[in-house]
């Protein structure tokens, strides 16, 4: 320490959350969520996840060349039949191939973000429940399983929760999730304590209490004069601290494993949230408010991409529509 610092104290100015990994062109760099946000709301950048990391990758802008007319083009060597020909294999080519990949390496027509095309097919619950068992999983995934599951929540979402997020009463617990991708933040999502597995998350956030914090965030201080000098309210110094436990230890590659071992290869982690938004809509109870109160989605049109298909909920359009058209036997009177 300087001997100009004696005369100074320092206070507390700010705490800055760690960076998050992102992919730029290719290249994995460290950046701020506030640049990430800005980044990824730009035109120039398509955004997309590979492997669970965030990618941003630049638009290629396509110059055409400039026409001279003082060139003649080029005579065509391909002879008009030959030509058509050609055309005719390459489309019954294109329509036998199984898939056609993009880029990326998904298959083209398809959702990106999934390889074996998105699911909408919804499980019942005790179908889900039987392989949850047989999958054997260990303490901490099978909790990141049924939480996901129980709250809809994005990969992210879940992996970036901390203990202290999860509260609990007499009668319910209580999960506080910090959204992402512009979704309105919500209040606190309740899960009842009488449902499945919640033994299993109260015995594992009690494992998680006890460790040491984990979470790390720089705090930076500022040089204070005991006489309120102005010039002196400059930042001097920055250390990182560690002030909470996160909940879950897995990286977001493992997240997605949980997935594909319990529920099948064709599966992945978004799929707990078109579950839980599915079943909760397909609810006599249930209304579009209680959905965007659940999820923080804030377009109605992007709520409708969340529902899927029940055979449950179709079996019970049949009995409904039988009911409306049904009509009452009237028996013939008979005049006396």
Request: glycine share 4%.
């Amino acid at each position: 320490m300087l001997m100009s610092d004696i005369y100074f104290k320092y206070e507390k100015v700010e705490a800055i959350e760690d960076k998050i990994l992102v992919r730029v062109n290719g290249n994995i760099q460290r950046m701020s969520t506030k640049e990430y946000e800005r980044l990824a709301k730009d035109t120039k950048y398509s955004v997309y996840e590979k492997i669970g990391l965030r990618c941003l990758d630049l638009k290629l802008v396509v110059i055409s060349p400039p026409i001279i007319s003082n060139i003649a083009p080029m005579p065509s060597v391909v002879e008009p039949v030959k030509e058509i020909e050609q055309l005719k294999d390459d489309v019954l080519k294109a329509s036998t191939q199984h898939a056609i990949y993009d880029r990326r390496g998904c298959p083209t027509g398809r959702h990106y973000h999934y390889k074996a095309g998105k699911q909408t097919s919804l499980l019942e619950w005790s179908e889900i429940k039987q392989k949850l068992e047989a999958a054997y999983l260990d303490l901490e995934h099978k909790v990141y399983f049924v939480l996901t599951m129980y709250l809809g929540t994005r990969r992210q979402e879940l992996l970036q929760t901390t203990v202290n997020d999860l509260t609990f009463d007499n009668e319910k617990m209580y999960v506080n999730i910090l959204r992402e991708k512009n979704s309105e933040q919500t209040e606190p999502v309740p899960i009842d304590l009488t449902m499945d597995y919640m033994k299993d998350i109260i015995a594992y956030h009690k494992q998680r209490s006890e460790l040491k914090p984990t979470k790390k965030v720089i705090v930076r201080y500022k040089r204070v004069h005991p006489d309120g000098d102005k010039k002196a309210f400059t930042v001097s110094t920055s250390r990182i601290e560690k002030i909470d436990r996160w909940m879950f230890s897995i990286s977001s590659g493992t997240a997605l494993r949980i997935f594909k071992k319990t529920l099948g290869n064709n599966f992945y982690t978004h799929y707990g949230r078109l579950w839980s938004l599915s079943t909760i809509g397909s609810s006599p109870e249930g209304s579009i408010v209680m959905l965007k109160s659940r999820s923080g989605i804030k377009s109605v049109a992007v709520l409708g991409q969340y529902m899927g298909q029940s055979r449950k909920q179709l079996n019970k359009s049949s009995d409904i529509l039988k009911n409306i058209t049904a009509t009452p036997d009237i028996a013939t009177e008979t005049k006396i």
